[in-house]
């Protein structure tokens, strides 16, 4: 839904049930656990490492499916 649809119950957005206040802004980025201080506390970015294997298996796959278009034409 964009911000230009009606609610699928026929209200404008923005205009239904407020949710309730917790005092923390809805940033979209998913909260774990609250620290003791009440400070929302956000998932880890990835290692480098599982970032690096995430590339090479793209560069992988790449290299795959160049090598069996040039193998099978």
Request: no cysteine; charged share 15%.
């Amino acid at each position: 839904m964009t911000a230009h649809e009606p609610a699928h119950d026929g209200t404008a957005p923005g205009t239904g049930p407020a949710a309730p206040d917790t005092g923390v802004p809805d940033t979209g980025v998913p909260v774990t656990r609250a620290t003791a201080d009440d400070q929302p506390r956000y998932e880890p970015p990835p290692s480098v490492g599982k970032l690096f294997f995430w590339v090479l298996l793209f560069v992988l796959a790449a290299v795959v499916v160049v090598a069996g278009g040039v193998y099978f034409t």
